[in-house]
């Protein structure tokens, strides 16, 4: 059972400190999501790729998160420097747009914690 | 913007069916609706979609209406492992999912 993978699903960090979050996306899927979920805000789009080319990143910070997918094994979500305000779960998602209607399957998230 | 509007929360008694709504009034004539839901702890999973006409699989059935601006997630049987946030989504194309509030079914024992 194909399953997308995150690492770390935990992290504990200090104020100040870059944080990288890493994502493998499910093999042969060719677009991946990266969401953020806090109990204020729900689920936010941060940024999405297809075929490794990022295509929107406009729910991003700019001046301190970046996105990139180095290999179509593994996405990346880098916070440099990391805030209080950055905590949250952040989810992958990865899906193949063979058609319109397309499924989204998410990973296990990595909750962090910005202290 | 998820562009759908649905209750906070709902509740069901277990074993009974759950009829969740979700109003999409501007939906356009090419979007398709998508439900998933998030457990507790874990990440939103696939529920089901529909364009046009009322679908079904294992998990739930899909209720669309005649005008498509409204739509209903039946669960059949409702189970305490269907405690769930459950969100509607119409997608516009293949674009990436975006997510509203959702509801948050409780199911009693």
């Known amino acids: 059972d194909a399953r997308v993978t995150q690492t770390p699903r935990h992290k504990v960090t200090e104020m100040g400190q870059e944080v990288t979050m890493r994502c493998q996306p499910i093999l042969g899927h060719n677009t991946v999501f990266w969401y953020r979920q806090t109990m204020m805000q729900g689920l936010e789009l941060l940024a999405y790729?297809?075929?490794?080319?990022?295509?929107?990143d406009s729910g991003m910070p700019k001046d301190r998160f970046s996105a990139e997918m180095p290999d179509a094994t593994l996405a990346t979500l880098k916070i440099q420097p990391s805030e209080p305000r950055d905590s949250a779960v952040y989810f992958c998602?990865?899906?193949?747009?063979?058609?319109?209607?397309?499924?989204?399957?998410f990973g296990p998230g990595t909750r962090l914690t910005v202290t | 913007d998820a562009k759908t509007t649905q209750p906070n929360s709902m509740e069901s008694n277990e074993e009974e069916p759950v009829h969740l709504p979700c109003n999409h009034s501007t939906i356009s004539g090419t979007d398709y609706i998508h439900w998933y839901r998030q457990l507790p702890s874990q990440g939103p999973e696939y529920v089901i979609h529909g364009l046009t006409s009322n679908v079904n699989n294992r998990m739930a059935s899909l209720a669309i209406a005649e005008d498509r601006k409204s739509s209903t997630l039946i669960l059949h049987r409702a189970t305490l492992r269907d405690a769930a946030v459950y969100y509607c989504n119409r997608r516009t194309g293949n674009t990436p999912l975006v997510f509203g509030k959702g509801t948050r079914l409780s199911v009693i024992a």
């Open positions: 790729f297809r075929n490794r080319a990022p295509l929107d």
């Open positions: 998602a990865s899906g193949r747009d063979r058609s319109l209607a397309y499924e989204q399957y």
